[in-house]
């Protein structure tokens, strides 16, 4: 079965960070004294032009800017990123352009100026609204400048904004956990992204775990009162740890989990190509180390690697994306983005079910509450020796 592109992204990473956070295991990097924005910029540009051919003739449906802290860049930068990016790929109209912020980089006037050079949606890095929490996560911001932030934000004109939570932080009571939603809710955001504290490896907690970290029947606990919150304030789950009001789902994400395209430009940045006239499964990655990547975008050595994705592991990277969705997936968009038939994955579809995982019903496939607890469980079933 020939492939069928899927809906174009594209992802620009920008790996700088005041600080580095204890928990982060994204590539992010202590900023230098100076940020070379315009040769980075350049670099970009560079990184694009390279991978363009991967995508003559495609439109981009959304852009993400994310890191490190892409808001230590200035509007400028991103805004000549954006005009280089949109003469060189076909720009769907009104395509989401989103931002990711740190509250503590928050300025007066920035957001108007980042609202001008066309960024129509931000992600803010809350965390929490509790300041001992913040300062036992390293973050740079406490709990006023996070409000101020925002506030600033809707004020320019932003009326598409994401906030950020984590819960089950060190020493967090269910009580904290539920202030820090009501928190979230006040300030009205169009999105809200709940998510759980892990301890990822090679980060400074996994080396030296915080104290006070709630086991995890509190953690359950907070998830579910927490997610009973969110919902009562007209907030609609729509992925395991997304929930939006109605029409604004990040569509840029969403394209990730429905198994989309998206080019993946910037140090460390990665993406994902249906590539060729047969169609085949491109991933490609770009150097970590910003200085290494400044010296090599656009030339061999800027292709830090790249895999096509066998038939037979198509069908784990599928569901690594598509069963982190609520409304799971449809068995043709299966057979549509991967090329396999529906048979080849019948057998762990049967065990998923009888698991009280899933269930299906015709052409759909969807998670069962059960199945979303046990989402990492669920995906491993289809993951080949």
Same mark, same amino acid.
């Given at each position: 079965m020939?492939?069928?592109p899927p809906?174009?992204?594209?992802?620009?990473?920008?790996?700088w960070?005041v600080?580095?956070?204890p928990?982060c295991?994204?590539?992010?990097?202590?900023?230098p004294?100076?940020?070379?924005v315009?040769?980075y910029v350049?670099?970009?540009?560079?990184?694009?032009?390279?991978?363009?051919?991967?995508?003559?003739g495609?439109t981009?449906?959304?852009?993400?800017f994310?890191?490190g802290?892409p808001s230590?860049?200035?509007?400028?930068?991103?805004? =000549?990123?954006?005009? =280089?990016?949109?003469?060189?790929?076909r720009?769907?109209?009104g395509?989401?352009?989103t931002?990711e912020c740190?509250?503590?980089?928050a300025?007066?006037?920035?957001f108007?100026e980042?609202?001008?050079?066309g960024?129509n949606?931000?992600s803010?890095g809350?965390?929490?609204f509790?300041?001992?929490?913040l300062?036992?996560l390293?973050?740079?911001?406490?709990? @006023?400048?996070a409000?101020a932030?925002?506030?600033?934000?809707?004020?320019?004109g932003?009326d598409n904004?994401?906030?950020?939570l984590?819960?089950?932080?060190?020493?967090?009571t269910?009580?904290?956990?539920?202030h820090?939603?009501e928190?979230?809710?006040?300030?009205q955001? =169009?999105h809200?992204?709940?998510y759980?504290l892990?301890?990822e490896?090679?980060?400074?907690?996994?080396?030296?775990?915080?104290?006070?970290?709630?086991?995890?029947?509190?953690?359950?606990?907070?998830?579910?009162e927490c997610?009973?919150?969110?919902?009562a304030?007209?907030? @609609?789950?729509?992925?395991v740890?997304?929930? =939006?009001?109605?029409?604004?789902q990040?569509?840029?994400?969403?394209?990730?989990?429905k198994y989309g395209d998206?080019?993946g430009?910037?140090?460390?940045?990665?993406?994902k190509?249906?590539?060729?006239?047969d169609?085949?499964?491109l991933?490609?990655?770009?150097?970590?180390?910003p200085?290494?990547y400044l010296?090599?975008?656009?030339?061999?050595?800027?292709?830090?690697?790249?895999e096509?994705?066998?038939p037979?592991?198509r069908?784990f990277?599928?569901m690594?994306?598509a069963?982190?969705l609520v409304?799971?997936?449809?068995?043709?968009?299966f057979?549509v983005?991967?090329?396999?038939?529906?048979?080849?994955?019948?057998?762990?579809?049967?065990?998923a079910?009888?698991s009280?995982?899933l269930?299906?019903d @015709?052409?759909?496939?969807?998670?069962?509450e059960?199945?979303?607890?046990?989402?990492?469980?669920?995906?491993?079933?289809?993951?080949k020796d």
């Amino acid at each position: 079965m020939d492939l069928i592109p899927p809906p174009l992204a594209l992802y620009v990473h920008i790996p700088w960070c005041v600080r580095k956070c204890p928990y982060c295991d994204f590539n992010s990097h202590h900023q230098p004294r100076k940020l070379p924005v315009d040769e980075y910029v350049a670099a970009l540009v560079r990184d694009l032009e390279q991978d363009l051919p991967l995508a003559w003739g495609r439109t981009v449906h959304s852009v993400f800017f994310g890191g490190g802290t892409p808001s230590l860049f200035p509007a400028s930068a991103i805004g =000549a990123i954006l005009e =280089a990016a949109s003469a060189r790929l076909r720009f769907a109209p009104g395509a989401e352009v989103t931002l990711e912020c740190n509250p503590g980089t928050a300025e007066h006037g920035r957001f108007e100026e980042y609202r001008a050079a066309g960024v129509n949606r931000l992600s803010f890095g809350v965390q929490s609204f509790d300041d001992g929490c913040l300062q036992a996560l390293g973050r740079i911001h406490d709990s @006023g400048e996070a409000e101020a932030a925002v506030k600033l934000a809707q004020d320019a004109g932003f009326d598409n904004i994401n906030l950020d939570l984590m819960y089950a932080l060190p020493q967090q009571t269910l009580a904290m956990a539920l202030h820090d939603v009501e928190r979230a809710v006040a300030l009205q955001p =169009a999105h809200l992204s709940h998510y759980h504290l892990t301890l990822e490896p090679n980060t400074v907690f996994a080396s030296r775990p915080p104290a006070g970290i709630p086991d995890a029947d509190v953690a359950w606990d907070m998830q579910d009162e927490c997610v009973a919150a969110i919902e009562a304030a007209g907030y @609609g789950q729509y992925e395991v740890s997304a929930y =939006a009001r109605p029409g604004r789902q990040c569509a840029h994400n969403l394209n990730y989990w429905k198994y989309g395209d998206y080019l993946g430009i910037g140090a460390g940045a990665h993406g994902k190509l249906s590539t060729g006239s047969d169609q085949r499964i491109l991933r490609r990655w770009k150097p970590k180390n910003p200085t290494g990547y400044l010296h090599a975008a656009g030339t061999a050595e800027g292709i830090g690697g790249e895999e096509f994705i066998s038939p037979e592991a198509r069908p784990f990277d599928y569901m690594l994306n598509a069963l982190r969705l609520v409304e799971g997936f449809s068995l043709r968009d299966f057979e549509v983005r991967t090329g396999l038939p529906r048979a080849a994955i019948r057998k762990e579809l049967d065990h998923a079910v009888l698991s009280g995982w899933l269930t299906i019903d @015709g052409d759909r496939v969807v998670p069962t509450e059960l199945g979303r607890r046990f989402t990492n469980d669920v995906i491993g079933l289809f993951l080949k020796d």
